[in-house]
């Protein structure tokens, strides 16, 4: 093994040597923005006159004029591969084409692992893009790393899972945590009637907009339905077969139990399946947040009568024509309205853009659309 | 295996030829082939900033893949690690969040429990004599659920400013985390390399009864292994945290992957006995760099996945066909 | 660098006692369970249990030769993704069922193939080349489907769905491959041939066994159950997921593990991995049926799975 121990010697040299090369050599394209430690710096350096009093969202420092410009936007979901996010892309890339002179592109990490989403936003910033579109695995562990993007220069716009808002500039909300946990509910009780137990397949027992849902809806019920009693809260990890088996799982542990909550659109369509392959359609109600072509043979089925959700592809639409309109200087803050192309005004509440009210598919609708 | 290449040539061709013939050779050509190529297709991949930073996010991983290469070549793995990382992760924001203990003893914490996971892996395995495979992935289960458990899925979060310094600071031009990991990288290469533990690693991976005839403490030797892995996962949960200011049961899930890819990419054998720190490096150095580079020149994710496969491959095939000359 | 592994046979007598540990595990865990809840053993949850462990059971069989051999395969996952969307996609654009079931088969044996022969004739590690495997089929998947699901499929797809005889059809196919993969190795001539070479391949290489074709049999065979638990898995839902299949490999490799198959080589049985795949289920749902948090869910799951090696573990270490 001696002489190997030379060799790894030369090796580490030769490395150093190459590191050492690549560090003094001088970087292309001098006029770069000057890189600043990515510091978690607020936003409080602005000037404080443009700034509407309360105003808690974060700004891009010295941006450059993008008044008009074209545009570079990366979109980074929390993971890809999934129909839901695919929607959304569906949607921007519908609204850069209507806009013109913008380069979109859509990519994340292949599992919805907040590390890996990290990298993809860190590389991006290297690479000088002008807009970075969001939907965070975790609130709090993206957000030095937009901050960073902000302090570069580059607008930040959240859509369907928010940052920490100093993270951020504006955030499109599909729908509010609370309007979904009503509608949620009262789904369920317009099935089972509110004296039912129910127990909830959500996706993982982390994923911060399912427990803000859950938290949202068990407020609500205890509220106006007290005796509607939740009996267990099981994980899925975005995994059909988990969703199914954890599913069957409960309908024997709490034979009970009137109606299934389906919190990711992977858990609803699999914890419809348990339902009606143990033939309980009509027994045990699902009810849940999915995608239509998902839960599209459920539905014609009747074994699920209605899907909540909003429109994903507006979503993504709504959050390229706020980067636009930010580039643009329309949308400021302080700014009370969006408009959103075919959407029409999107009213603007803080920093936060709202899409509306959640969307109801049912058997009557759910033809009508493809995503 | 290149030991036999004969080590009394003098002159220098042949020298650097036997280099190249090496894992670690292999892989130095084709990351200059890679650093090239990207450089050549993005302007913003060879900058000082670029390189720098992606040592910030290769930190965790290079931190577990220096006690991975020692445990793979005693002839052993480690699967728990990213739930040992996980677990320590959330015993920091645990004991300092709920049970309100000072910063610096929760980040004690955070060491203890990385180095609790590991001396329990060490005893299984070493002394209880339960094979390192099914040892660590049962580990891995428990540990990850420890994080879900003690956490309640809840995340700690709101650290201090100045707790940032570890995984978002900086000392002199270099990332703090850089520079913590460059003196372990030396330090484990130096174990490794120049030590009487670090030939008795590669003993005990060679052969282990033969170890154990001329006296090697064969299972003082396993269990020193594993808790150095619980103690690397601990300091690598405590710079994650630093660097995500905040604390997930979820943490690094599946991360082993990328640890022992970077491991075999780098010669480590997976059946024992030869491998180095070096290596490793280079290894992890690679993927890291076409994951940055890809990405920046334009490639998607999913390109990218299969391209590092490739690379994973054809590195090896490679090494295989020049040593077979 | 030569093996240091002693020479080792079959040793039937001792898979099958480890085995034995693992059956009686079982049945005291089914005990334990429904004693505090009697439904536990009923026929339907018996029968979940058995049809959710099938696909990984049917493909524990094929990674049992592969672990035998001295190889381990972490594909297997992004391969079972591969060739459900195959069998799906054929499926829904009109390709007969029983053709769409065959191709995805075959697509596994391919991909065992290619598996096979990079690990036996480029000699590279199994270890790197599927893992390599795991990042090009993984990324390539969902550069195909773009996170599509397969739906609208051909009433004749369900098969995993349907029962013959009363007995779910995923339980038959997981029966027959266990049983007939078992006989296969432990009476086959070529099945003892991966003992063989598992436990000293320079010592079957003398004895005049090619290690090398034993090595690419072993990866086909592997790559068609897959393909075969690819089946199950895809007619078992109403929708094929576009990322199906992620952390597979885990689960099959701990139900092998676990049922006493040697990460050496050489030593394990069919029948172990079988029963290993078994245990591992049944602890997840009577984890839920003795009402455990789930948040702690997986620290049980994890230390039951410990107990269970270490009680073998110990036993064997008396025995010796």
Known sequence: MKPTALNRTLALLAFASIVVAACAAPPPAAPQQPQQPAQPQEAAQQPAEQLPPGWKAGIPKNPPDRKGKKLVIRDVPKLIGIGYFAATTRGMEEAAAELGNIDFKTDAPTEAKIEKQIEFIDNFITQGVDVILFAANDPVAIAPVLKKALDQGIIVVGYDADAQEDARQFFVNQATFEAIGQALIEDMVSQVGPDAEVAIVTSSLTAPNQNRWIEEMKKYAAAKYPNLKFVVTLPSEEDQQLAFKATQDIMKTYPNVKGVFGLSSVAFPGAADAVKQAGKCGQIAVVGLSTPNQMRPFVKEGCVKSVILWNPIDLGYAAVYAARAIADGELKPGATSLKAGRLGELKVNGSEILLGPPFIFNKDNIDNFDF | ?325 | MISAKPLESPRSSFTLQQEGVIAVAIVALSAIVSLINPDFLSANNLLDIAVNTAYIAVAAAGMTMVIVSGNIDISVGSMLGVCATIAGELARNGVPVPIAFAAAVLAGGALGAVNGLLVAYARIPAIVVTLGMLSILRGGLILVTQGRWIESLPEAFFFSQRSTLGIPNPIWVMVLVSVLTWLFMKYHRLGRAIYAVGGNAEAARLAGINPKRIYLFVFIMNGLLVGLAAVLYASRFTAIQSNAGQGFELAVISGTVVGGVSILGGVGSVMGALLGSLLISQIGTAAIFLKVSPFWLQAVQGGLILLTVLVDVLRRRRMT
């Open chain 2, 1 to 325: 295996m290149t030991s036999k290449t004969s080590s009394a040539v003098t002159f220098l061709p042949s020298r650097l030829q036997s280099m190249l013939r090496t894992q670690e050779g292999v892989l130095l050509v084709l990351l200059v082939v890679i650093v090239v190529a990207l450089s050549l297709l993005s302007d913003r991949f060879l900058t000082v900033n670029n390189l720098l930073n992606q040592t910030r996010l290769l930190t965790e991983t290079a931190l577990l893949a220096l006690p991975m290469t020692l445990i793979i070549i005693s002839g052993g793995i480690d699967l728990s690690v990213g739930s040992m990382l996980a677990w320590s992760a959330v015993m920091l924001g645990f004991s300092w969040q709920l049970l309100g203990l000072p910063l610096p003893l929760a980040v004690l914490v955070c060491l203890l429990t990385g180095v609790v996971g590991g001396a329990i892996n060490g005893l299984l395995i070493a002394y209880v004599r339960v094979p390192p495979l099914i040892a660590t992935l049962a580990t891995l289960a428990i540990y990850r659920g420890f994080s879900f458990g003690i956490s309640q899925a809840r995340s700690a979060r709101g650290f201090p400013e100045e707790f940032a310094f570890w995984g978002q600071g900086q000392i002199g031009p270099f990332p703090t985390q850089f520079v913590i990991l460059a003196a372990l990288i030396v330090a484990a290469h130096l174990l490794l390399s120049r030590t009487g533990f670090g030939r008795w690693v590669y003993a005990i991976g060679n052969n282990e009864l033969a170890a154990r005839y001329s006296g090697i403490p064969v299972e003082r030797v396993k269990f020193t292994l594993y808790t150095l892995s619980g103690l690397m996962a601990g300091l690598a949960a405590f710079i994650f945290t630093s660097r995500v200011t905040t604390t997930r049961a979820d943490a690094a899930t599946g991360l082993e992957l990328d640890v022992i890819a970077a491991v075999v990419l780098g010669g480590t054998s997976i059946f024992g006995g030869s491998g180095s720190i070096i290596g490793t490096v280079l290894g992890l150095v690679i993927i890291t760099l076409l994951r940055n580079g890809l990405l920046l020149t334009g490639v998607k994710g999913d390109a990218t996945f299969m391209v590092i496969g490739i690379v994973l491959i054809l590195a090896v095939l490679v090494n295989n066909l020049v040593r077979r000359r």
